[in-house]
């Protein structure tokens, strides 16, 4: 959430006052992912609330491995990482290394939802076999679908940080650094859900 | 203040933004024109839920059900319900006055977001649309506007999901409306505008605002569960599957319960600006104003289950919920003692504005005090679901919002139009709406004490004389609807050029043409750092108010 | 002055409650009674305010000016935050009191090892989820409650006697004698009502909930369904009759002999 045009304190008694209109999308944004934050801890509440509440029937199948998640979670650090790479270089005008860095990101992100889906498809219970499996499977789901609008947001933004050609440049790094907050923000709400669902 | 780097965008845009009329159903990116869309397509449902409300009380006329048949009831009532909380006090207390005032009161040219602005208020009309045409396409959701499971799983799907959808969408709106306004407020306020200089509606837009995007998110996510519940037959609210209805309560009145003060607390802003100017004095106590919003924001968070004390809710949480929810009254109380300390001493014009105000203050002091008392965990096990609630929550969301949005149309109607409106029916209007809405929710706390639950098409014969006494005052308050719908479509042309600033006010919007230039002021911004310096600013610096100003002629 | 007393008449005297029939119907008519008071001095002392401001202070004919710039008084604000803090502390503190002389405090579970019937309340799934009750008001030689089983559907309650093992589709109980429901619903949440008993609870699927009480005055009053159940909620009701221990022991003995029969 940086800014990018320096805001000239002295003009801004005149009528035509430059403002940084970035930093406020950046403050809308990260107004915007407290809210999407919200959603996601009004399901880790239902599912907490399952878990305390209501005992899983002695017939139901609920069991999760850990291997699996846990490279996922190796994945999405990585991807931060590099994500954050990327935008370094974008800074120092390096456009040919963001790219880079922008690939390995989303290479990354694709690995962890074909892993997701691997895994979505090894397990012994499905959808609606009981409330614990149906509370995974959403929670799991709605944070797949924010890697994968964050993944197609990555292929984007590789697309538009070509040199010459692109739209994002040093002048306009809003989409960029709005896609790593964003990136960083799904990163973190997995990292969450990966200690309360499969670590407790 | 403009943004120089998309100004000159901006402003191409706006001449290719239709003018007249035309505006008002365009994708236009001006607040003030937004402003009046979310204020007349408010309106619209307002008068389509009056007239569902209408059914209803044309229905508990007699004691059994002859009016419609019952599952038809249970529909119109969850779409009065809906319509009135979603589609016309949410939009027009928060979207409606806010869009219009905040950019005034910060000193900026528009939103902060204007695109997503319009974005916004053009979810709002398709998702009302949408809810009433499940009426006649599907059937309407029946299982009211709570929309409880396992009922609501149970009843018709159709109607259901589109409810879901629509309420989604509305909720979409919100949440983009308070990021909005929160970015606003903090981000494009003039820079020599210190926070504690605001007028009180920006703090109560922005408390407002923070409940919006802690809470509504949390809904949403709740209706998707029950969506899959509904449609993809997982069990997450569904007994019969080993689910739990109550962590749905949980999570909705999570939401639901700070919905109350994301309808009231704007209310609670306006009418701190609409008091000082017509009393002529300083808003009392602006310091413990501010606070008091703060403490009821925080509070509000953390009172939503004194909705559950019967559903079986353990008795530590029903212990909590009880003293959290008693100790709002602390700030509430604050708030209406500064507003009669306002009073106290000013020169109160007695218009129509402030006639509404200070009936908004009388009938919240009535739903507050039954609110505290509901509050009591033995209390509300007697009149829980009951008309008593009943009575309760529409002396809270009608005596005090709607009250607050009457107010304040009559209060800033001059400056959305150029024109006066007619006082003598504006005072016919008040006496009319306050007469209709006592008689008709005051009797039903009797009503509910004494054995009558509600969201019912039928019931013991013994009520029926109190529930006429009660349709007739809803009778009353829709026939007050008329003389101001007269009011305002022929004020629009006929009224009294009202002025730049016809009631001498001192906040920001009336420091400009009335109705004002697309970019609110046509040179410089005014830096308002006093918006309640009445009696201190010198008078000679404002212009005398024009003769034919109900401020004049005002205490006959 | 005229006003304290004024609200304190009201309070005493207008009567605005069904009639009382359960042991904690008294204590509830106490709070209630000082709630209404209380509200009534507030409301009404509010209204004079503002009504009289807006008379005393209203404009009039050729005034102009503003009003007198007074932005605050600190000792005022002090003094309505104490207003309704102790105000609301007070409600606060008696309610609780009201709320454990109902038997609102003792955990649920206790109540069900008080019953006789323990066994047959935990052979459900375990988790019992309870309502106020009070069965602590019951005097010591009454100790056992009479256990009935509840089932609430769409758009009836059923009540099941243990003791005969029958169904019936009206509640009898016997006058002054400690009854525990143990109340489960069969499709959606309804709720158990019974106005002269100032007793609620929400009958929720899945998860049996239990209502202890003690009925005091013989008669016929309405069980309600409070929560909405679908299209014909508004007709889901029942009677509960309140009788002398030996009624109660007829009808007990005349519905056995019937549903045996009827096996």
Not at chain 2, 61 to 83: A, C, E
Not at chain 2, 454 to 483: C, H, K, W
Not at chain 2, 539 to 547: A, F, K, S
Not at chain 3, 62 to 78: C, F, K, R, V, W
């Amino acid at each position: 959430m940086t800014t990018i045009t320096p805001i000239n304190e002295d003009s801004k008694q005149e009528s035509t006052v430059i403002e940084s209109h970035a930093d406020h999308r950046m403050f809308g944004l990260a107004a915007f992912l407290i809210a999407d934050g919200m959603t996601f801890a009004g399901f880790f509440a239902a599912y907490l609330t399952f878990r305390a509440v209501n005992p899983l029937p002695t017939n139901a199948i609920y069991e999760l491995e850990l291997l699996l998640p846990t490279i996922n979670t190796a994945l999405l650090l990585a991807s931060s990482a590099t994500f954050h790479k990327a935008s370094k270089y974008l800074k120092q005008t390096k456009n040919g290394l963001c790219q880079r860095w922008l690939m390995i990101t989303a290479v990354l992100g694709v690995a962890f939802l074909t892993s997701q889906m691997f895994e979505y498809f090894t397990l012994p219970f499905g959808l609606t076999d009981n409330i614990y499996a149906s509370t995974f499977y959403a929670l799991t789901g709605f944070h797949g679908l924010h890697v994968s609008l964050g993944t197609i947001m990555i292929f984007i933004v590789w697309w538009q940080s070509r040199n010459p050609g692109g739209r994002i440049t040093i002048e306009n790094q809003f989409p960029l650094e709005a896609t790593e907050l964003y990136w960083h923000f799904v990163d973190g709400i997995w990292v969450i859900l990966f200690v309360i669902l499969y670590l407790l | 203040m403009t943004l120089a780097n998309s100004s000159s965008n901006s402003e191409a845009i706006q001449k290719l933004q239709p003018t007249g009329w035309m505006k008002y159903i365009s994708f236009s990116l001006d607040h003030k024109v937004i402003g009046l869309q979310y204020l007349v397509c408010g309106f619209i449902f307002y008068l389509i839920g009056g007239a569902l409300a209408g059914a209803i009380r044309i229905e508990l006329t007699t004691p059994i059900s002859d009016f419609m048949p019952r599952d038809v009831y249970n529909q119109v009532l969850t779409l009065h319900g809906t319509i009135m909380i979603f589609l016309w006090i949410v939009p027009v207390v928060n979207g409606a006055f806010g869009n219009y005032l905040i950019p005034f009161y910060v000193g900026a040219r528009d939103m902060a977001f204007p695109r997503l602005n319009a974005v916004a208020f053009w979810l709002i009309p398709p998702a009302g649309l949408m809810l009433i045409s499940s009426y006649f396409i599907t059937g309407a959701a029946e299982s009211g506007w709570t929309a409880y499971p396992p009922l609501s799983i149970t009843s018709p799907a159709a109607g259901q999901i589109i409810w879901i959808i629509s309420v989604l969408l509305l909720g979409g709106s919100s949440i983009f409306g308070g990021i909005n306004f929160i970015a606003t407020i903090l981000k494009l306020r003039q820079p020599n505008l210190k926070l504690m200089q605001l007028p009180m509606y920006c703090w109560a837009m922005l408390g407002t605002s923070i409940l919006v995007v802690l809470s509504t998110p949390v809904l949403a996510g709740t209706l998707i569960l029950l969506s899959f519940d509904i449609v993809a037959h997982t069990g997450f609210f569904n007994p019969s599957l080993g689910g739990n209805v109550i962590v749905y309560q949980h999570l909705f009145w999570f939401y639901s319960h700070p919905a109350v003060y994301i309808m009231v607390l704007p209310a609670f802003g306006l009418v701190s600006e609409i008091l000082p100017v017509h009393c002529r004095k300083p808003l009392f106590g602006y310091t413990t104003m501010v606070y008091s919003i703060m403490a009821i924001v925080i509070l509000g968070l953390v009172v939503w289950a004194h909705h559950m004390f019967t559903s079986g809710t353990p008795p530590w949480m029903r212990l909590f919920f009880t003293i959290a929810t008693s100790f709002i009254a602390v700030p509430t109380g604050i708030k209406f003692f500064n507003w009669v300390a306002t009073l106290w001493g000013g020169k109160i014009s007695l218009n129509s504005a402030v006639l509404f105000s200070c009936g908004f203050i009388i009938n919240f002091v009535l739903g507050g005090i039954t609110g505290v008392a509901l509050a009591q965990v033995p209390f509300d096990v007697h009149v829980h679901d009951t008309y008593f609630v009943v009575a309760h929550f529409h002396y809270i969301v009608y005596g005090g919002s709607v009250f607050v949005i009457f107010s304040s149309i009559y209060h800033w109607y001059p400056k959305f139009t150029g024109r006066m409106l007619n006082e003598t029916l504006g005072r016919f209007h008040f006496l009319l709406t306050f007469i209709g809405f006592n008689l008709c929710f005051a009797p039903q706390h009797w009503l509910g004490l004494n054995g009558m639950p509600r969201r019912v098409a039928e019931y013991d014969p013994n009520f029926a004389f109190i529930n006429q006494i009660s349709s007739l005052g809803a009778l009353l308050m829709a026939i007050s609807t008329l003389p101001f719908l007269w009011n305002i479509i022929w004020s629009a042309f006929n009224g009294g050029i009202a002025g730049d600033n016809p009631w001498n006010a001192l906040t920001p919007e009336w420091l400009t043409s009335s109705p004002p230039p697309i970019e609110n002021w046509e040179g410089n911004a005014p830096l308002v750092t006093e918006p309640y310096g009445y009696g201190t600013i010198n008078q000679e610096d404002l212009v005398e108010p024009t003769p034919e100003s109900p401020s004049e002629e005002s205490s006959q | 002055m005229g006003l304290l007393f004024g609200g304190l008449w009201i309070g005493q005297n207008i009567n605005l409650l069904p009639l009382g029939a359960s042991a904690n119907a008294p204590i509830y008519d106490e709070l209630f009674k000082v709630l209404l008071t209380i509200g009534t001095i507030l409301f009404l002392g509010m209204v004079v305010l503002v009504v009289y401001s807006l008379i005393r202070f209203r404009r009039r004919p050729g005034q102009t000016g503003d009003g007198a710039a007074i932005e605050g008084n600190l000792s005022l604000e002090i003094l309505w935050t104490a207003i309704p803090a102790i105000v609301v502390l007070f409600v606060g503190l008696y309610s609780y009191d009201i709320y454990e002389r109902m038997g609102g405090m003792q955990p649920l579970n206790h109540h069900a090892n008080d019953a006789s019937s323990h066994e047959h309340f935990n052979s459900g799934n375990g988790r019992i989820w309870g309502g106020i009750g009070s069965s602590s008001l019951a005097t010591p030689q009454q100790s056992a409650a009479i256990p009935i089983d509840v089932t609430a559907m769409q758009f009836a309650f059923l009540f099941h006697y243990p003791k005969g093992d029958f169904i019936s589709g009206e509640l009898h109980l016997p006058k002054n004698q400690p009854v525990t429901l143990r109340m489960e619903s069969k499709d959606v949440i309804h709720a158990f009502w019974v106005p002269e008993f100032r007793l609620k609870q929400d009958v929720i699927p899945g998860q049996p909930t239990i209502l202890n009480f003690t009925p005091t005055k013989t008669g016929r009053y309405p069980i309600i369904c409070a929560e909405l159940c679908g299209p014909y909620h508004g007709g889901m009701r029942s009677t509960v009759v309140v009788e002398g221990a030996e009624e109660y022991q007829d009808w007990l003995l005349s519905n056995t002999k019937v549903s045996t029969s009827e096996k």
